[in-house]
């Protein structure tokens, strides 16, 4: 059984271009969470999808964007980029919309902004 | 606001040893505190987690000890070895029903010597 999977893997921008980053879940899991790593730091939340809809959003601004299809894969979008979003995107599946064990990563997306 | 904090930055263990590795929180609401291992070039991975009215919870190789009083917890992991090379997060989770999102702390590099 698959896990988390995200792709591409890495990926060169340059400023103001627009991004989009793919995860599949686990399959059987609803609930796909994104999340932000800088360099030599914790990874900080951006959005939770479950059921298709969004359920949370981090502090993150509306240049940031996501949804989830159908199938429960998801999309991150990132309009207008700026060198600060150089960063690994986690995908984070989970059954519902999880409790502490539940949680599933993926190797996330390295993206560099140049 | 919020906040998972870590102690020190960088833990070096003779291999066999224990290790200790602490963190500090901010949010007396947390429901959960989660220990996740992260290796070179992949996600986080679940370890340990512990409800927040216990104060403590052992696994394999690995025991969480939660304080509450001074909003402390820490990870033991017995007997390390090389294979536990990797940063070590602390997070909590608050789970409110209407999404879900774990709070991660810096970070903590845990360096096992031969």
């Known amino acids: 059984d698959a896990g988390v999977t995200q792709s591409p893997t890495h990926l060169i921008k340059t400023r103001g271009q627009h991004v989009t980053l793919r995860c599949s879940p686990i399959?059987?899991?609803?609930?796909v969470s994104w999340y932000q790593q800088v360099l030599g730091q914790g990874p900080q939340f951006i959005f939770q999808?479950?059921?298709?809809?969004?359920?949370g959003r981090g502090n993150f601004p509306d240049r940031f964007s996501a949804r989830q299809f159908p199938n429960y894969s998801s999309e991150l979008n990132v309009n207008a980029l700026l060198l600060g979003d150089s960063a690994l995107y986690l995908c984070?599946?989970?059954?519902?919309?999880?409790?502490?064990?539940?949680?599933?990563f993926g190797s996330g997306t390295r993206l560099t902004v140049v | 606001g919020e906040s998972v904090g870590l102690h020190l930055p960088t833990l070096s263990v003779q291999e066999g040893d224990n290790s200790i590795i602490n963190c500090a929180y901010s949010n007396s609401a947390s429901d959960y505190f989660i220990w996740y291992k992260q290796e070179s070039g992949k996600g986080p991975q679940f370890i340990i987690d512990i409800r927040s009215n216990m104060d403590k919870r052992q696994g394999q190789r690995v025991t969480v000890l939660l304080n509450k009083t001074v909003k402390h917890l820490s990870l033991q992991i017995a007997a390390t070895q090389p294979g536990d090379s990797a940063v070590y997060f602390c997070a909590e989770i608050r789970l409110t029903g209407g999404g879900n999102k774990l709070t991660f702390g810096t970070g903590t590099q845990l360096k096992v010597e031969l």
């Open positions: 999808y479950y059921e298709k809809e969004e359920r």
């Open positions: 399959s059987g899991h609803k609930s």
């Open positions: 984070a599946s989970s059954l519902g919309q999880g409790t502490s064990e539940g949680y599933t």
